[in-house]
């Protein structure tokens, strides 16, 4: 009986109230095109009768003119009254335009604002009066219905009045009380059926679509966009404040579905679209609210919904470009198709993990793949002039595809589909001429990089082998694809001179170090951070990086950068190195003799020699920072080399290790002393001074009191004949030192600039 009474005055009462609205709105309208027609036709008969008026003033004008021009000194009096008139008819056009002035803030805030948020307060109210009504068992579930829709009909009627006798200057009252109006319709449906389960289905439905029309009719005869946002928006909030059993069912995403299809037809018809994108943006975000309650249940249900979704506003798209007249300036809706693939994916994938079905994952990718393949042909026939923008369904398709492997696999696998979905995005962000997209290309093969660097290290329990792994793989591709795009860059450069959409001067070093790191991650992974040799072979990895980006610059100066950051990280490198050997190998009676510190000997002694190859290497040797940078990493070097050797003798247990440091110190002190004469650098000879101080430092205040016997005297003994050889030296080239420093000033290469 309750649903027959709902249904009588929906039929009886609302739905005659707008119709008739809309008649008659539509008849003023008719009525004011007439008028309007009537007085063009009234101004186009007057317009002769003034023609005749205004005919004999120019012939007047003319005939004073030839009798003054007779006479010789007449030229004056002409120039005289010529620029008068020139000057009135300069003036006056600059100035009338810019005396119009807008509303001021004053009317804006309590004309504009208030309107909007004065109808939003109201239609809030109402919804919580009932709320209260519900707890409080004032009304039945049919009554509370029945007065939300009396209640939508009088603030449509009261819009209308406003919009009728306010002669447009109550506009913006008339719009919200309408779309007020129209909300509460959407919400007495929704709760009739949804909370209070009066209605069935099909009627449900029928009483949906009747106030979508009759609330999209509203805004058409309005011609306002604002009186179809509020009362989408309306329909959309409104089952949120209410609450009830929307988490049950296919009713609320049906519900969804349905108030969709008004909206993208009425926004295809009037161009409105902030309709159809707030829609699309409600329309994700009740997704995925629904699939946060239901986790696993139901999941063959929202897979159902999220492929409608999809195709509404796929259909948007497509139905959009038919109407089309501009060839470009579509931003905004190549972002909306993008977002509508990326919403599918993220669905998909949650649903199918959510329900233990991952082992279709791949297959239902691979199907999407297909259908984006099918939108693309499908625009392509019908809409061949945007071809570049039914590409975005294309790239839809192959980022489905390009995952579907990888999400089917182990999960390492993953971080390889961001970094194909990169190169894919790069593509056709290039062929667009899209920054917006290329950034995004970026982005996504950074994240791939990241992913394989950081979050894939505990993918396995047990360590793998070293290089014979997914993990490593997968990471060493995505760098690779990032090189993929810093190549595809670089070749629409040439062939279309894009300067601007050109990012490979810092991408192929990116990709070049991340590559190094790859391999430097997946040695501390499968050979443990508490293996000695798994530092020193990553130490080595560095260092084959280091070579090859050396050889590389050689053809491209791009790879410079990365080879002189991996330059500055290894005697970094080997320092630290040292400092956790000395908890792991310990003291040992076979000092200088293991492979450990052999192995870093070498690796310190090749850096020392690469860093001074570059000096005077030609891809380096012509730019002044990376001789200056190079001449301090071969410093860095050579005190890691020396720290070497220090450190093993400090494992030794006896006073012969610190007696061997002092030695060694003065040794190196004096070899770098004896190098920077006779090559003419000075920051070998800066080393060589500091290395002496600090070994004069360490006899006084260490070596004097640890140790004892020949120790002692050795240590004393080998360190000043040392230093009476740095002084012979010194004194014996004292001229030619003094001209070096005249000549050089201090500049290791003097011809660089």
């Not at 007495?188 to 209605?199: D, K, R, S, T």
């Not at 995505?478 to 062939?495: I, S």
């Not at 770098?672 to 006899?699: C, D, E, P, Q, S």
């Not at 009191?705 to 740095?726: E, I, N, P």
Request: glycine residues 10%.
């Amino acid at each position: 009986m309750e649903a027959f009474v709902i249904m009588l005055v929906f039929v009886l009462v609302v739905s005659p109230l707008v119709m008739s609205i809309i008649a008659l709105a539509l008849a003023v309208s008719a009525k004011r095109r007439i008028q309007e027609v009537e007085e063009r036709l009234a101004a186009g008969v007057s317009a002769p009768a003034s023609a005749p008026v205004t005919e004999p003033v120019p012939p007047s004008a003319p005939v004073p003119e030839p009798a003054i021009a007779e006479p010789p000194p007449a030229p004056a009096a002409v120039t005289a009254t010529s620029p008068a008139p020139k000057s009135a008819e300069v003036q006056p056009p600059p100035v009338t335009p810019r005396k119009k002035k807008g509303p001021g803030l004053e009317v804006t805030l309590g004309g504009k604002v208030a309107s909007f948020a004065g109808i939003g307060v109201l239609v809030v109210g109402i919804v919580f009066l009932v709320g209260y009504a519900i707890k409080n068992a004032w009304l039945g579930p049919g009554a509370r219905v029945v007065l939300g829709l009396v209640s939508g009909g009088i603030l449509i009627v009261l819009g209308h009045l406003c919009e009728v006798r306010g002669k447009q200057k109550l506009q913006l009252l008339a719009r919200s009380l309408t779309g007020g109006g129209a909300a509460l319709f959407y919400f007495c449906v929704f709760a009739a059926h949804g909370i209070y389960h009066l209605i069935g289905p099909l009627a449900t439905g029928g009483a949906l679509l009747v106030s979508a029309m009759a609330t999209f009719g509203l805004s058409l005869v309005y011609q306002s966009q604002s009186v179809a946002v509020i009362g989408m928006v309306g329909a959309f909030v409104t089952p949120v404040l209410i609450g009830g059993d929307f988490d049950k069912g296919a009713f609320p995403l049906a519900y969804i579905a349905l108030i969709n299809l008004p909206v993208i037809l009425l926004g295809l018809r009037r161009n409105w679209q902030v309709l159809y994108n707030l829609a699309f943006l409600f329309t994700v975000a009740y997704m995925i609210g629904w699939m946060d309650w239901m986790r696993s249940r139901d999941w063959v249900l929202a897979v159902v919904f999220s492929l409608i979704y999809f195709f509404e506003f796929a259909a948007l798209g497509l139905l959009k470009l038919r109407g089309e007249r501009r060839t470009a300036g579509r931003s905004v809706d190549l972002l909306r198709l993008a977002l509508n693939s990326l919403m599918l994916m993220g669905a998909l994938y949650w649903i199918f993990h959510d329900a233990d079905q991952e082992k279709w994952t791949g297959a239902v990718f691979l199907a999407a793949a297909v259908m984006h393949v099918g939108l693309v042909k499908l625009g392509w026939r019908w809409l061949p002039a945007y071809r570049q923008d039914t590409l975005g369904f294309l790239v839809g398709g192959l980022t489905f595809a390009s995952l579907a492997l990888p999400i089917q696999l182990d999960g390492a696998w993953v971080s390889l589909g961001w970094g194909i979905e990169g190169v894919i995005l790069c593509w056709f962000a290039l062929r667009n001429q899209s920054r917006l997209l290329l950034v995004g290309a970026l982005l996504m093969g950074a994240v791939g990089l990241m992913k394989s660097l950081v979050f894939d290290f505990d993918l396995y329990a047990t360590a793998p082998q070293l290089f014979l792994n997914g993990r490593f793989v997968s990471g060493l591709l995505c760098a690779v694809l990032l090189g993929v795009q810093a190549h595809l860059m670089r070749r629409t450069r040439a062939a279309m001179k894009l300067e601007g959409l050109d990012y490979s001067g810092w991408l192929i070093p990116v990709a070049f170090l991340g590559a190094t790191l790859v391999a430097v991650c997946d040695g501390f992974w499968t050979l443990g951070l508490d293996d000695a040799w798994g530092w020193m072979l990553t130490t080595a990895f560095l260092m084959v990086g280091a070579l090859v980006a050396v050889g590389m610059a050689g053809r491209d100066r791009v790879f410079t950068v990365p080879a002189l950051i991996l330059l500055c990280m290894i005697p970094a490198k080997i320092i630290f190195d040292w400092f956790v050997f000395e908890d792991m190998l310990g003291s040992s009676s076979r000092s200088f003799l293991h492979g450990i510190f052999i192995g870093e000997l070498v690796i310190a002694a090749m850096a020392v020699y690469i860093c001074t190859a570059i000096i005077e290497r030609e891809p380096f040797s012509g730019i002044k920072r990376v001789v200056k940078l190079s001449a301090f990493l071969n410093i860095f070097s050579l005190v890691a080399f020396i720290t070497v050797v220090t450190f093993e003798f400090g494992r030794m247990s006896s006073d012969g290790g610190s007696t061997g440091i002092t030695i060694w110190w003065a040794v190196c002190a004096l070899g770098l002393a004896v190098f920077g004469l006779i090559r003419n650098t000075a920051r070998h000879r800066y080393l060589a001074l500091v290395l002496f101080g600090m070994t004069l430092l360490k006899v006084f205040f260490v070596d004097l009191g640890d140790l004892k016997g020949l120790y002692r005297v050795a240590a004393f003994m080998g360190l000043g004949v040392l230093l009476l050889v740095l002084s012979f030296l010194y004194q014996r080239l004292s001229e030619r030192f003094t001209d070096m420093y005249e000549e050089t000033q201090d500049v290791d290469e003097p011809t660089t600039r």
